[in-house]
């Protein structure tokens, strides 16, 4: 905006020294004519340099010296010129300059208001030199620094709207990049906990299970586990060719093979993102086709749908009932339908027993996936395009709203001014003049009345109504007639003409919303209303139409500069800044995204570091054997705490009960008998707590062989978990465990473990803070078997 108002400036000067300039030359004698160039062509260079200057910067002594050489020129070339013609000139230049100043050098008030009273120095100085017998008239350096005040003051005005529109901006898209930030890291934390479900959980409860069978197939998939683990989710960008990917989708080994039967339709170039989802689901659903579906075939299809794509997998085994399936189990909902999601595409599974399955994914392209995801403002990291240009939008709509706001107030505060503080003088000193007089004051009147009721609107942060809009345009144009009609033509544009340099502020005002060209149409009628006026009277001589010429430039011209100026900061500065928000807005959404993105995964895999990674390494490099019972038992121990983990995201409303289910059915589908009590009302538990009260129930059912008892037992300020294992196999995961979680911890949790023969029991309670004041629960008993 500064840029923007520091051009307005140089451009409004140097048009008004040249026109001006020129009518003056035309107001000379012959013989004073080259005088009079050798002092004005003088300051059109000095202005034609600092236009230089816009694009090519130069010290600022240089400039502001430049600045003040036209002053000085415009100002000696007054008693050059002589009369009332020179008078107007040097009056209209110099009031111009002073004005633009303040624009010039908004960011150095002191050199602006410099520069403003050598201006009226200069005019004191001409005014003296020209007439030597009279004193200065001080009505137009008073006239002079009102100008100077307003503009000071109309820029302020914008400058703190503009700035209260960067700081809401700012706000807005600080709200919005929490809001990203947080939907990308749900989406990470989605696609790693389907990540962690299909190969770490799957490969630790494979080998938890086994016994005799063949474990070849472990090393090598313990070290692919180990790999998917410590990748980095959510960064895929760019495109990939899904036929490709497609193409190896590995089909198992051994006795778990599955024969894929290939049809597709390729080449099939998609983002990577939801190609990498749909690769990562047919892996999974070719791996429950060798687990459940009781055969070793299966068909993939794939085909292009409009912008989308389409791929399927279907068997002919032993079917289910997707019904029926528990929302704890995450292979069909998180690994295949979530991953879907995710990325704005859909996954559906259609099964009955007896029948086989068919599991179908379906992408439809950007613009619709966009649509599709609500809650998933950034895919891989990055905003999707239409949301990009919904939050340009936005910017560019604040920032126009705040700047329209300020320059409308700027333009209301000069219309009263000047029309309290020189036109009511003028109004009344010349009452004599007009033609009848009472018809000028109504005039006066009816633009305070258009002044008042606008301004209402606008303070009460409304917009103008049409109708009032036109019917104050209306009034306006009305009292520039009255005022051009009433008024002796040798009058118009000079000092008894009050109505000419005002009319139009009040019609900027009204305007100031609409493109230029319709303040530009409105000043059209009201100069034409007052070369009527003069005309039927008789064509004025050719220093009268210089004189009027060099008063509409400085009044009418003056005002047209101003409504380019505010066309151009609504329809130029404010998409610019738009642009330039929305860009930065997602440069630092991306960096936190990536920054956020980069420490979640690092807290994970440190998480796994201490207990699943070893596992896999040892498995992977034939450090531990699969045979070894010790080792079973601690995989089993592993593959209960992700089950935790995965329920750990689940809407429910008793979260701690719905993980220690969680952990319960691994249990119960290894062969424990597990018995579920729970006694009192259930309240809310932090999640960190949650994760401490069940890890040691969750090592011990890991443990158990074949009974285990788990109660959850809730007073108004303490819940306790506890389990007694009947036969719990002994080791040193166990033991371990128990002192880890017995140590000192941020939540806060204790752990008892009392063993007793085979039985093992193990409690682990948490007291809320007594500071919280809030009790957890309300006393009453449930008790589920």
């Not at 202005?47 to 100002?75: I, M």
């Not at 950034?378 to 910017?395: D, E, I, K, L, Y």
């Not at 003069?534 to 010429?549: D, H, N």
């Given at each position: ?13 140097s ?12 107001l ?20 034609g340099?600092?236009l ?6 130069l ?14 020129l ?7 010129l ?13 009031g ?6 303040q ?19 200069v ?18 350096l ?20 503009a ?7 700012a ?13 990308a890291?749900?989406a990470?934390e ?54 490709v ?22 080449p ?5 993102g ?7 689901g ?12 009781g ?30 399936v ?9 690994s295949i ?52 240009q ?13 700047l329209?706001y ?19 003088r ?6 004599d ?13 009816c ?23 036109g ?32 009319v ?6 009204l ?21 009527t ?8 001589t ?7 010429g ?7 011209g ?6 380019v100026?505010?066309t ?67 995989c ?19 979260p701690?009960?719905?993980e ?8 119960e ?23 401490e009260?069940?890890?040691?129930v ?12 788990v ?22 995961g166990?033991?371990e ?11 806060k ?37």
């Amino acid at each position: 905006m500064i840029l923007t108002l520091e051009r307005y400036g140089v451009w409004l000067r140097s048009s008004v020294v040249c026109l001006c300039g020129a009518l003056g030359v035309v107001l000379a004698d012959g013989a004073e004519i080259p005088l009079a160039m050798s002092l004005l062509v003088p300051a059109v260079l000095a202005c034609g340099v600092r236009l230089y200057a816009l694009r090519h910067p130069l010290p600022f002594a240089l400039l502001w010296t430049l600045d003040a050489a036209v002053l000085v020129l415009t100002g000696l070339s007054q008693p050059v010129l002589g009369g009332e013609g020179a008078d107007v000139m040097v009056e209209a230049i110099v009031g111009i300059c002073v004005v633009a100043f303040q624009y010039e050098w908004a960011t150095r008030p002191v050199a602006g208001f410099g520069l403003a009273a050598l201006g009226t120095a200069v005019c004191v100085l001409g005014d003296v030199l020209s007439s030597p017998g009279h004193g200065p008239d001080v009505v137009p350096l008073v006239r002079m620094f009102v100008q100077v005040g307003l503009s000071r003051a109309a820029y302020l005005m914008v400058r703190a709207r503009a700035r209260a529109a960067d700081r809401s901006a700012a706000a807005r898209a600080a709200s919005r990049r929490e809001a990203a930030v947080a939907a990308a890291r749900r989406a990470t934390e989605r696609e790693y906990l389907a990540t962690l479900h299909d190969t770490a959980s799957a490969t630790l409860l494979m080998v938890s299970q086994g016994d005799g069978r063949d474990w070849s197939w472990l090393p090598p998939r313990a070290r692919q586990d180990l790999e998917a683990l410590s990748a980095m989710p959510g960064f895929e960008t760019g495109s990939v060719d899904l036929a490709v990917l497609l193409g190896c989708v590995p089909e198992g080994e051994g006795p778990a093979r599955v024969q894929l039967k290939t049809r597709i339709d390729g080449p099939l170039v998609i983002p990577s993102g939801p190609g990498l989802a749909i690769f990562n689901g047919v892996r999974e659903a070719v791996t429950n086709v060798a687990r459940h579906a009781g055969v070793r075939e299966a068909e993939l299809r794939a085909w292009a749908e409009g912008d989308g794509v389409v791929v399927e997998l279907a068997d002919a085994g032993r079917g289910f009932d997707p019904q029926s399936v528990p929302a704890r189990r995450r292979g069909v909902s998180g690994s295949i339908i979530g991953r879907m999601h995710t990325v704005g595409g859909s996954a559906s599974v259609t099964s009955h027993p007896g029948t086989g399955t068919r599991v179908q994914w379906r992408w439809h392209g950007r613009a619709r996936a966009a649509q599709a995801v609500d809650e998933a403002q950034v895919t891989a990291g990055v905003p999707r395009t239409p949301r990009v240009q919904a939050q340009h939008t936005a910017a560019v709509r604040l920032i126009r709203g705040q700047l329209l706001y300020g320059a409308q107030l700027a333009v209301l505060l000069i219309s009263l001014v000047w029309q309290f503080a020189v036109s009511l003088r003028r109004l009344m000193v010349h009452q004599d003049v007009f033609r009848p007089a009472w018809a000028q004051t109504a005039a006066f009147v009816c633009l305070a009345a258009v002044a008042v009721a606008g301004g209402a609107y606008l303070l009460r942060g409304r917009q103008i109504p049409p109708r009032v809009r036109g019917w104050s345009l209306g009034s306006v144009l009305a009292v520039s007639a009255v005022c051009a009609f009433t008024l002796p033509p040798e009058q118009s544009t000079g000092p008894a003409d009050w109505a000419f340099g005002l009319v139009g502020w009040h019609a900027l005002f009204l305007l100031a919303d609409l493109r230029v060209r319709f303040f530009a149409a409105f000043l059209g009628a009201h100069m034409g209303l007052n070369a009527t006026a003069v005309f039927l009277s008789g064509a004025p001589t050719a220093a009268e139409s210089a004189v009027m010429g060099i008063s509409t430039i400085s009044a009418c011209g003056f005002q047209l500069s101003v409504g380019v100026l505010v066309t151009r900061l609504l329809h130029g500065t404010a998409p610019a800044a738009g642009t330039a928000a929305a860009r930065e807005e997602e440069m630092r959404t991306r960096e936190r995204i990536h920054e956020d993105m980069q420490r979640d995964h690092k807290e994970r895999y440190r998480a796994l570091t201490a207990t699943t990674v070893p596992l896999l390494v040892g498995l992977g490099h034939g450090v531990l054997s699969p045979h070894d019972e010790e080792v079973r038992l601690r995989c089993g121990v592993e593959a209960t705490r992700m089950r935790r983990l995965f329920a750990e995201g689940d809407a429910v409303s008793d979260p701690l009960l719905n993980e220690l289910r969680a952990c319960v059915e691994v249990a119960e589908h290894q062969g424990v008998t597990v018995s579920l009590a729970v006694r009192g009302q259930s309240g809310e538990v932090p999640v960190e707590v949650r994760r401490e009260l069940i890890d040691p129930v969750a090592v011990i059912l890991g443990r158990t062989r074949s009974t285990a008892r788990v109660t959850v037992a809730w007073t108004p300020r303490a819940v306790r978990v506890s389990v007694v294992s009947e036969d719990c196999a002994g080791g040193r995961g166990t033991g371990e465990a128990a002192q880890a979680h017995g140590r000192a911890t941020d939540a806060k949790v204790t752990v008892a473990r009392t063993t007793r023969g085979g039985s093992v029991w193990v409690e682990a309670g948490w007291r809320r803070p007594a500071a919280s004041g809030v009790e957890l629960t309300a006393a009453s008993g449930v008790e589920l078997t």
